[in-house]
Antibody, heavy 121, light 107 residues
Framework: QVQLMQSGAEVIKPGASVKVSCRASGYTFTEYYIHWVRQAPGQGLEWMGWANPNTGSTNYAQKFQGRVTMTRDTSITTAYMDLSGLRSDDTAVYYC??????????????WGQGTTVTVSS | DIQMTQSPSSLSASVRDRVTITCRASQNIKKYLNWYQQKPGKAPRLLIYAASSLQSGVPSRFSGSGSGTDFTLTISSLQPEDFATYYCQQSYSDSITFGQGTRLEIE
């Protein structure tokens, strides 16, 4: 079945970077964009951007521009999200999600299980 | 960015109740509107896309309507498994945004 499997929880010091992976299975990886969405404790969903696994092109939310890099390795059907300059307010669960190219724009139809990133000294 | 505002922020209801959640966009987004359900500790689940189309596998008690700036998600007869948080999401602009969420609780 279609699945996205994310890497495990991370504890990162302020100012450092984190790289979260998202391995896709059960579908053709290069045919669907991958979104990254985060959720701070007790808060709502925040879209960070998407990456096109076929071309490598990306679209980042303005808030994260300059700090986030979304990449992929098609040989192992894995997407990555790298966030640098971490601060305490980056503590959140980070999700990858497969793009759902509906008749009116983009949705997210398959989600990873989430990766908890805790920023703490 | 397009702002998405949901109301109410929280709602108490009982099993078999009919419930409506509203989402308002800060500008015309036509039908570029999706709805998600999220349960505690779980990833979101896509319920409705293009404002009114039911995602595969989603029970028919869920329905969506609206276009332009005003949208609604309706649950016709609440079931115990429906108590969760619901989010709307727009993709009219290249910068996707979510509503702040509506928490649906048991009365």
């Amino acid at each position: 079945q279609v699945q996205l499997m994310q890497s495990g929880a991370e504890v990162i010091k302020p100012g450092a970077s984190v790289k979260v992976s998202c391995r896709a299975s059960g579908y053709t990886f290069t045919e669907y964009y991958i979104h990254w969405v985060r959720q701070a404790p007790g808060q709502g969903l925040e879209w960070m951007g998407w990456a096109n696994p076929n071309t490598g092109s990306t679209n980042y939310a303005q808030k994260f521009q300059g700090r986030v890099t979304m990449t992929r390795d098609t040989s192992i059907t894995t997407a990555y999200m790298d966030l640098s300059g971490l601060r305490s307010d980056d503590t959140a669960v980070y999700y990858c999600a497969r793009d759902f190219p509906g008749p009116y724009g983009r949705g997210m139809d398959v989600w990873g299980q989430g990766t908890t990133v805790t920023v703490s000294s | 960015d397009i702002q998405m505002t949901q109301s109410p922020s929280s709602l108490s209801a009982s099993v078999r109740d009919r419930v409506t959640i509203t989402c308002r966009a800060s500008q015309n987004i036509k039908k570029y509107l999706n709805w998600y359900q999220q349960k505690p500790g779980k990833a979101p689940r896509l319920l409705i896309y293009a404002a009114s189309s039911l995602q595969s596998g989603v029970p028919s008690r869920f329905s969506g309507s609206g276009s332009g700036t005003d949208f609604t998600l309706t649950i016709s007869s609440l079931q115990p498994e429906d108590f969760a948080t619901y989010y709307c999401q727009q993709s009219y602009s290249d910068s996707i945004t979510f509503g702040q969420g509506t928490r649906l609780e048991i009365e």
